[in-house]
């Protein structure tokens, strides 16, 4: 399946509730879905599509908060557990309540898509709260303004239609006002105790998760200092102060290994530069540590069964 292609995972497992994604495959199957499509706007319909209950136990928590303000509070916070790429953060302003995304840093044709899907969800989650559609055109509506941290692109009329309201391209940071009055708002579903008790089952699955999320984390920033280097697994357990065995382990636990962390990492760059730079292929294996660019094809084709030349030639061509 083209979709799932280099992420190391089957139609099975994507449709097992209790599979967990890696950062790494998280951004291949984004990346994929970008590569394989030809609406530049993607992330708008992708985002639109989104329901709280497919983000599990967060979603039942911001359903049931006190306000649509506490829904969202929680939702920035505990995001990157529920499976968010990039930082989510909001805070009352001037001009409204606040949503403000920073996209990981990513090539551009990625951070647009996840900028378009956070949003759009977003106000796709507003619309589950309170149970309504969002206002449509010439009504009065939800959001006030949507700055975006990249140029106007090519399909922005996607953008008027899907978000009605004032938008600017090009600006420092990507946020969306809210309406104070609509934050203030109780969802159709509040309910307190409910609110409360989902809070304390997120906490508890926090300190269950991480210890092995930060051992995963942490070797994977550590292969990303200098992806030139191939680390050895005793180097990198000497840096996160592990003994090797005992950090295996704990990358065992997270379903990952050392050689698989270290592999998922390098395809991920590799993918991100044929995508978005123009770097020649020698250029880039010498980046990724590669002394040969001949064992990088090699590499390369065994975690996409593709050349890095036909990898960067089908993703050009669809745009």
């Not at 992420?7 to 394989?36: F, M």
């Not at 159709?188 to 998760?209: G, I, K, P, S, T």
């Not at 590499?299 to 089908?314: G, I």
Request: glycine share 6%; hydrophobic share 40%; with cysteine.
């Amino acid at each position: 399946m083209l979709l799932l292609q280099g992420t190391g995972l089957d139609g099975d497992q994507i449709s097992d509730t209790k599979c967990l994604l890696t950062t790494v495959q998280h951004y291949r199957l984004v990346n994929n879905i970008i590569a394989l499509g030809s609406d530049r706007a993607m992330g708008l319909e992708i985002g639109r599509r989104a329901h709280l209950s497919s983000i599990g136990l967060l979603g039942m928590m911001m359903l049931c908060a006190p306000t649509v303000r506490a829904a969202l509070r929680v939702g920035a916070t505990y995001a990157p557990v529920a499976g968010s790429l990039g930082k989510l953060t909001n805070r009352d302003e001037a001009d409204g309540f606040a949503i403000i995304y920073s996209a990981p840093p990513v090539g551009a044709s990625l951070r647009r898509y996840l900028t378009e899907d956070i949003f759009s969800a977003t106000l796709a989650y507003l619309a589950e709260l309170m149970n309504e559609a969002p206002p449509g055109e010439g009504q009065c509506g939800w959001i006030r303004k949507i700055a975006f941290s990249y140029k106007r692109p090519a399909r922005a009329r996607d953008y008027e239609e899907r978000f009605q309201c004032p938008l600017e391209f090009g600006a420092k940071v990507s946020c969306m006002w809210l309406e104070p009055e609509l934050v203030e708002k109780v969802p159709v579903l509040a309910n307190a105790l409910a609110f409360e008790q989902c809070l304390e089952m997120y906490e508890r699955l926090l300190v269950d998760m991480k210890e092995e999320a930060v051992i995963v984390s942490r070797t994977r920033d550590i292969i990303l200092r200098d992806p030139s280097k191939f680390l050895s697994v005793e180097e990198v357990a000497e840096a996160v102060a592990l003994p090797p065995r005992t950090f295996q382990r704990h990358l065992a636990r997270s379903g990952a290994s050392f050689g698989g962390v270290q592999a998922d990492v390098r395809r991920a760059l590799a993918q991100d530069l044929l995508c978005n730079s123009t770097l020649t292929v020698e250029e880039i294996a010498a980046r990724l540590g590669y002394s040969e660019p001949s064992n990088f094809r090699r590499a390369f084709r065994s975690w996409l069964d593709v050349t890095p030349t036909e990898y960067r030639l089908a993703v050009t061509s669809r745009h």
